[in-house]
């Protein structure tokens, strides 16, 4: 069956999608890493260390090999903001995810170009309205709250576990509007199959019993269950995210087809797993610090002033120094630490000549530890997102924890909404902390986390 929406592209021709990605980069320094698997391994060891010594010993345009997969590792804010803003059309998202997340993401936002996903983009807004929000904000307040009613006074309180626990079931309330732990539990484990297996795996064969394999069967899993939903969403005036995408209509007036609905479904959820999970325990891995408790007091004192059972939508903008927090948090741990692209035509990045075909890996890690824009750059400072300083200004690429252009993060107010239901709930009742010389290991890949999953000590105000 063909999808419903039938978009007037103004794109000459989509024989970019046929063509092979361009391995003739050997003009440009860099890396070719081992057979195979390239620089996984270093990546996934320490990513950010891979990308300082790339820039140190190459530059800011380097050669890169993942996996198979050859490339060049770009970290310069100018470079970034050209390839972000891409006025001339010539960077596929799509092409730039295919080898990567294609076989299970394909056809997701982020894997859509140029006058369709514009289109797809306009419908997508709506899920993300006022109107939308203030119903996303009704289930998750009290959710967050019942969630945390019970994690009561602890040491050894591993955080990112239970924020994982708690976000993971606000994901099925909120998106999809399922209050079954069975089916949430179903859905959570083909979510670690397809991300933790199928997208890590290096043989990409259906062989039974292969970690690929494992992927795709929790793929049909997600999809089978999701478009099971779907008739029954359109007949009911659900809050959650999913019974009002699956109501919206393209230009013709005609519903999104299965086929368009579902891999946008699926990438959403992608979008939004894990990623606030990965910024609050990285959050509290700083506060938990005692030279740091003064600002888990000041973001305390944010909440505790409004005196209030629920947050209401209205106060979400005022909470600038809770904004601050988050803001700094994903500036050294951004949960998406490189967005691929892939070129159409020959272009000049940071004065090499790039040949079209050739694959982008671009990073926010460098840029945003560059120590030209950010003063003490490895000092956990919120301040410096204020007026008074506003370092983040210096270069409008300068912070691109959300990407930036045509496909910049459309959840990110939805993101800092959650955070921030969840601090209002769990700041007032709670102070934590870790010992004077607990200092973990921070990995980047799968998501920036301490390797340990932040053991803390909670005890009730
Ligand atoms: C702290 C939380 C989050 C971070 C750091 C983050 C980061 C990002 C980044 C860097 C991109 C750009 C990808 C690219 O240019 O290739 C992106 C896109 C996207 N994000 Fe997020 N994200 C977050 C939360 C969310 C949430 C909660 C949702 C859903 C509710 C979401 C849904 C999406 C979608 C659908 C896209 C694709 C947009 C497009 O291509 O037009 N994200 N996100």
Same mark, same amino acid.
């Not at 081992?34 to 950010?48: Q, S």
């Not at 270069?395 to 921030?420: E, L, P, R, T, Y």
């Given at each position: 069956?063909?999808?419903?929406?039938?978009?007037?592209?103004?794109?000459?021709?989509?024989?970019?999608?046929?063509?092979?990605?361009? /391995?003739?980069?050997?003009?440009?320094?860099?890396?070719?890493?081992?057979?195979?698997?390239?620089?996984?391994?270093?990546?996934?060891?320490?990513?950010?260390?891979?990308?300082?010594?790339?820039?140190?010993?190459?530059?800011?345009?380097?050669?890169?090999?993942?996996?198979?997969?050859?490339?060049?590792?770009?970290?310069?804010?100018?470079?970034?903001?050209?390839?972000?803003?891409?006025?001339?059309k010539?960077?596929?998202?799509?092409?730039?995810?295919?080898?990567?997340?294609? =076989?299970?993401?394909?056809?997701?936002?982020?894997?859509?170009?140029?006058?369709?996903?514009?289109?797809?983009?306009?419908?997508?807004?709506?899920?993300?309205?006022?109107?939308?929000?203030?119903?996303?904000?009704?289930?998750?307040?009290?959710?967050?709250?019942?969630?945390? /009613?019970?994690?009561?006074?602890?040491?050894?309180?591993?955080?990112?576990?239970?924020?994982?626990?708690?976000?993971?079931?606000?994901?099925?309330?909120?998106?999809?509007?399922?209050?079954?732990?069975i089916?949430?539990?179903?859905?959570?484990?083909?979510?670690?199959?397809?991300?933790?297996?199928?997208?890590?795996?290096?043989i =990409?064969?259906?062989?039974?019993?292969?970690?690929?394999?494992?992927?795709?069967?929790?793929?049909?899993?997600?999809?089978?269950?999701?478009?099971?939903?779907?008739?029954?969403?359109?007949?009911?005036?659900?809050?959650?995210?999913?019974? +009002?995408?699956?109501?919206?209509?393209?230009?013709?007036?005609?519903?999104?087809? #299965?086929?368009?609905?579902?891999?946008?479904?699926?990438?959403?959820?992608?979008?939004?797993?894990?990623?606030?999970?990965?910024?609050?325990?990285?959050?509290?891995?700083y506060?938990?610090?005692?030279? $740091?408790?003064h600002?888990?007091? =000041?973001?305390? #004192?944010?909440?505790?002033?409004?005196?209030k059972?629920?947050?209401?939508?209205?106060?979400?903008?005022?909470?600038?120094?809770v904004?601050?927090c988050?803001?700094?948090?994903?500036?050294?741990?951004?949960?998406?630490?490189?967005?691929?692209?892939?070129?159409?035509?020959?272009?000049?990045?940071?004065?090499?000549?790039?040949?079209?075909?050739?694959?982008?890996?671009n990073?926010?890690?460098?840029?945003?530890?560059?120590?030209d824009?950010?003063?003490?750059?490895?000092?956990?400072?919120?301040d =410096?997102w204020?007026?008074?300083?506003?370092?983040? /200004?210096?270069?409008?690429?300068?912070? +691109?924890?959300?990407?930036?252009?045509?496909?910049k993060?459309?959840?990110?107010h939805?993101?800092?909404?959650?955070?921030?239901?969840?601090?209002?709930?769990?700041m007032?009742?709670?102070?934590?902390s870790?010992?004077?010389?607990?200092?973990?290991?921070v990995?980047?890949?799968?998501?920036?986390?301490?390797?340990? $999953?932040?053991?803390?000590?909670?005890?009730? +105000?």
């Amino acid at each position: 069956m063909m999808p419903h929406v039938e978009v007037k592209s103004t794109e000459a021709n989509n024989s970019y999608k046929q063509q092979l990605d361009n /391995k003739d980069l050997s003009h440009i320094p860099g890396t070719k890493g081992w057979p195979l698997l390239g620089e996984v391994i270093p990546l996934i060891r320490d990513f950010n260390a891979l990308v300082n010594r790339h820039v140190e010993q190459y530059g800011h345009v380097s050669r890169l090999k993942m996996g198979i997969q050859l490339g060049l590792l770009v970290t310069h804010p100018d470079d970034l903001q050209k390839i972000y803003l891409d006025k001339d059309k010539n960077m596929s998202s799509e092409m730039g995810y295919q080898e990567t997340l294609g =076989r299970f993401y394909g056809g997701g936002l982020a894997l859509i170009d140029f006058d369709v996903h514009k289109a797809h983009r306009r419908i997508f807004q709506n899920v993300f309205k006022t109107q939308a929000m203030h119903g996303y904000l009704e289930i998750m307040n009290p959710t967050l709250k019942d969630g945390i /009613k019970d994690w009561g006074e602890k040491t050894n309180f591993h955080f990112f576990d239970e924020i994982q626990g708690l976000l993971l079931n606000q994901a099925c309330d909120i998106f999809l509007g399922i209050d079954d732990p069975i089916a949430a539990k179903k859905l959570s484990q083909a979510f670690l199959d397809i991300n933790e297996k199928g997208l890590m795996a290096i043989i =990409r064969a259906e062989v039974p019993g292969l970690a690929f394999s494992k992927g795709m069967s929790g793929k049909r899993f997600l999809y089978d269950y999701l478009q099971s939903l779907f008739a029954e969403k359109r007949q009911n005036e659900g809050l959650d995210l999913m019974s +009002i995408l699956v109501k919206e209509r393209d230009e013709d007036g005609n519903y999104w087809s #299965d086929e368009v609905l579902l891999p946008h479904l699926a990438f959403l959820l992608f979008g939004a797993h894990d990623t606030t999970t990965s910024t609050l325990t990285n959050l509290f891995m700083y506060l938990a610090r005692p030279e $740091n408790h003064h600002l888990q007091q =000041r973001l305390r #004192d944010c909440f505790v002033a409004l005196d209030k059972d629920n947050l209401d939508y209205e106060d979400l903008a005022d909470l600038k120094f809770v904004e601050h927090c988050l803001l700094e948090t994903l500036r050294l741990h951004p949960p998406v630490p490189f967005n691929m692209r892939r070129t159409l035509t020959q272009t000049t990045i940071g004065g090499f000549t790039v040949p079209a075909n050739t694959v982008l890996y671009n990073t926010p890690v460098w840029a945003g530890r560059d120590p030209d824009t950010w003063t003490d750059p490895l000092t956990f400072d919120p301040d =410096r997102w204020g007026d008074e300083r506003g370092e983040q /200004k210096k270069h409008s690429f300068a912070f +691109i924890g959300f990407g930036g252009g045509a496909h910049k993060c459309i959840g990110m107010h939805f993101a800092f909404m959650q955070a921030k239901v969840f601090l209002h709930q769990f700041m007032p009742q709670y102070s934590f902390s870790t010992p004077s010389d607990y200092s973990p290991k921070v990995q980047v890949v799968p998501m920036p986390k301490p390797v340990d $999953n932040l053991p803390l000590t909670i005890k009730r +105000i």
